[in-house]
T-cell receptor
Framework: ELKVEQNPLFLSMQEGKNYTIYCNYS?????LYWYRQDPGKSLESLFV?????AVKQEGRLMASLDTKARLSTLHITAAVHDLSATYFC??????????FGAGTILRVKS | GAVVSQHPSRVICKSGTSVKIECRSL??????MFWYRQFPKQSLMLMAT?????????EQGVEKDKFLINHASLTLSTLTVTSAHPEDSSFYIC?????????FGSGTQLSVL
C-alpha cells in the first residue's frame, strides 16, 4: 500500500523568509503532483514532476523530485502573504489513482 | 487549458434523501474520472474510479450501493449519494486526466441535516 507522508503539517512563516515542504512516499512511482488549496475551494495544480531529478519553478515556488530517495520538495522563496494556503503532494499509483499527503497548512505572517 | 466542471457547488439536504453531483470535462474526453472526499482539515481520499461505459471501481471501505457512480458518456460522470445521513456531510471533488495532468472540479460541499 502506497503511503505518502508530508511534513511539516503546519508552517508559520514570516514574509521574506524561505522554507521547504517535504513529501516522502513509500513505493515506486513515476509521477508526483503538487497542489494548492484555498479554504472552501478545490485544488489548483502547481507542478507535475515526471522523472528523477525533475525540477520545476513557478514564481516563488520550486518543486523537485528524487525518485531514488522517494522524496519531493516544495521550496518557497521569500514568502509573501498570498502564498498562505494548504499545499498537498500527491503520488500517482497504478491505475492513475492519486494518493495524497496530509497537506501542509502554510500561513505567512507580515 | 482543460476544465472540469462540477455541480452543484453546495447542497443542503435532509437526512434520507438522495443527492446527485455532476462532473463534466468541458473541452476534452475523459474515459476515466475520479471521485474524492475531503473532511474538514483533512486530506483527500479516493472513493472510486469512474469508467466510461462500465462499472465504477470502488476503494476499500466505500459502499458502492450508497455512492452510485454513473459514467454514461466521455464527458460526464455522476455521483449519487443515496439515503444521505449527517456522516456523509463532506466536500466531494471529482477529477479527470488529460495527458500528464489531472484536473479537478470545483468541489461540492454536501451538508446533510
Amino acid at each position: 500500500e502506497l503511503k505518502v507522508e508530508q511534513n511539516p503539517l503546519f508552517l508559520s512563516m514570516q514574509e521574506g523568509k524561505n522554507y521547504t515542504i517535504y513529501c516522502n512516499y513509500s513505493t515506486t512511482s513515476d509521477r508526483l503532483y503538487w497542489y494548492r488549496q484555498d479554504p472552501g475551494k478545490s485544488l489548483e495544480s502547481l507542478f507535475v514532476l515526471l522523472s528523477n531529478g525533475a525540477v520545476k519553478q513557478e514564481g516563488r515556488l520550486m518543486a523537485s523530485l528524487d525518485t531514488k530517495a522517494r522524496l519531493s520538495t516544495l521550496h518557497i522563496t521569500a514568502a509573501v502573504h498570498d502564498l498562505s494556503a494548504t499545499y498537498f503532494c500527491a503520488v500517482d499509483m497504478a491505475g492513475n489513482k492519486l494518493v495524497f499527503g496530509a497537506g501542509t497548512i502554510l500561513r505567512v505572517k507580515s | 487549458g482543460a476544465v472540469v466542471s462540477q455541480h452543484p457547488s453546495r447542497v443542503i439536504c435532509k437526512s434520507g434523501t438522495s443527492v446527485k453531483i455532476e462532473c463534466r470535462s468541458l473541452d476534452f474526453q475523459a474515459t476515466t474520472m475520479f471521485w474524492y472526499r475531503q473532511f474538514p482539515k483533512q486530506s483527500l481520499m479516493l472513493m472510486a474510479t469512474s469508467n466510461e461505459g462500465s462499472k465504477a471501481t470502488y476503494e476499500q471501505g466505500v459502499e458502492k450501493d450508497k455512492f452510485l457512480i454513473n459514467h454514461a458518456s466521455l464527458t460526464l460522470s455522476t455521483l449519487t449519494v443515496t439515503s444521505a445521513h449527517p456522516e456523509d456531510s463532506s466536500f466531494y471533488i471529482c477529477s479527470a486526466r488529460e495527458g500528464e495532468k489531472l484536473f479537478f472540479g470545483s468541489g461540492t460541499q454536501l451538508s446533510v441535516l
